[in-house]
């Protein structure tokens, strides 16, 4: 403090010249993320600051001059208030001292935890005097600014607006890094070694130090990748026990704590083929993780039924061979669209600031009911209530087409978003961290997987000769066909209920039911020779009009999984409270919508064996629910190189980070693991 002061007054000429106009120089406002918090939740306020141009807050480490902000709080009884944490800085030199500053409206947030047993609609005025130091690059003036705001406890409802503003500020914050790195002093310098992976994306580096005085703040840093970590060097001051600090990697802040160790110089080549050739493998093996990925996909049950009656029509095909290759190619074109669409979208909120993953369009309860008004009509068509040629399911008539076959290669892609299969976690987890480019390509890949059969069907005619020839038999593999279809919807009538309630999946099977009598008609009038009918066509949109608009005026439930073997809902806190009693910890994330999540759930993790394993080694168990697409929990998810659910993480006692189990789990996987690293009971 006594420096900082000292350097100061190095600005004090200036400030002696020049009087400054009257303040407040950064104007700051108090918002809470939901103004009705429920009895034991937490409630995130961030102090939304919006400085004066030329002027300049600062960072928790200002660096060289200045000074971190302080709070005097008044809370009600009972009510706890968290660290302050703030967004990645940005740096200002002035007359050789390094100052980490913020020049452009930015937001620290604080975490208020309510106490259990306040009773609903109870009042809690909240109020917090604030001092900080506010600069120009000649001029610095104490201020400090009263706030409050009043929380009436209630259900944690977030207004969307609230939400998309809380989502960006978070954004900015640093992100824990998940491993430790280290620290070596020689001279009158130090390396760091901060674990970063190979292929993940890297700009303008900088390392901010938390711990004072451990590096000099105006020295030039030489920060270089060397495979799977970057290397740090630079002056060093008295650097002490461990450093904490933040790694910015030109896009995203990470957290960094460092322990003393042996630091091992950067090999001479690190900085030239460091990033360039692992930037290119990492992609690489994205690609193919999501090539593989998207094959596997092709045997579950939404998409299966479509991929083998593709395939059939192709067996009519014979030896015209200039149907079967266009008619694979513009299928293949429909799933990848989607699938790069879908990973456009999906970046596009990323960047925004919006935490979204894969799938998260099925967190919405419109695009739920749309897919099980699909689904339901793909196993009504299986079942042969009607023909629909078009987009060329079974067709009697043994129709094929361009625009039929992209049909059936988009809507392929679009019903198997809610799977998730080996190879694919990985692969579009790093897709979040490569350029933009490349992570499309990486979506692209798992199209190509998706579509990858088809097109071997289409272009390789010995396996198509392979094929049984077509006959009445076509007919009962239909009926059987449609069975994991109907199964499909019911999952989906489900997941509708498991959102809005039992209302939304009334609602969701009244539109199913107006569907299959719609379906029935038009049936009837094919069965008579006619078309389907264009008012029975009008008629089917409406429902899904209407359907859609009543689903979304329904109140959202929430509906947390209960596993039955003492599971808790997963939180960071709590999570650091059981590794600090040094218990293993089972830790799972999942979504109602996640057809991957819930096959493990019921043949693995839910079954006596697990549970008995688990508890008689004192595991405990963390449950995840993404289903409503907590930023929270998809935050934490993408900081383990994951774009979604499922995800599966065991932390043994005592080790620095958790080891990521595959996302098809078996139940020897589980017990072998409570047994070998069980706690004490």
Known sequence: MTMMLAALLVLMPGAL?????PGPHIAIDLVAETLRPAPGSEVTLAFDSRPDPGWHGYWRNPGDAGLPARLEWELPEGVQAGDLRYPVPQRLLISGLMNYVYEAPFAQLVTLRIPEGVARGTKLPVSVRMQYLVCTTSICVPESAELSTELVVGDSAIPPDRRERFDRWRKRLPKPLGSEAQWQREGDRMRIAIPFPAGARLGDAYFY?????AVAYGAEQAIVRDG??????VEAVEPEGRIEGVLDTGGQGLEVSATPGTVAPASADAETAGAATNGWQAAL??????VLGGLILNVMPCVFPILSLKALSLARAGGEEAHPRSEALAYAAGVILVCVALGGILLGLRAAGTSAGWAFQLQSPAVILILLLLVSGIAFNLAGLFELATPGFANRAGGRGIGG??????????????????FMGAALGAALVLPWTAALAVFAGLGLGIALPFLLLGFVPPLRRALPRPGPWMEVLRRILSVPMFLTAVALAWVLGRQTGADGMALGLLAVLAAAMLFWIGGGRQARGYSFGALAIVALALVAVVGTGLVMRLPAVDARPTAGMNAEPFSEARLAELRGEGRPVFAYFTA???????????TVIETAPVRQALADNNVAVLVGDWTDGDPVLGRFIESHNRAGVPLYLWYAPGAEAPDVLPQILTQAMVRERAAGQGGEG
């Open 405 to 422: 076959a992209f049909a059936t290669g988009a809507l392929a892609a679009f019903v198997a978003t809610p799977c998730t299969g080996p």
């Open 209 to 213: 130090p938390v711990t004072h005085r």
């Open 228 to 233: 799977d970590r970057l290397v740090i060097d």
């Open 285 to 290: 093996m994205a690609f193919a993780g999501a």
């Open 17 to 21: 010249a020049q009087q400054p106009a």
């Open 592 to 602: 109602d919508w996640c057809l991957t999540c819930k096959v493990n759930e019921k």
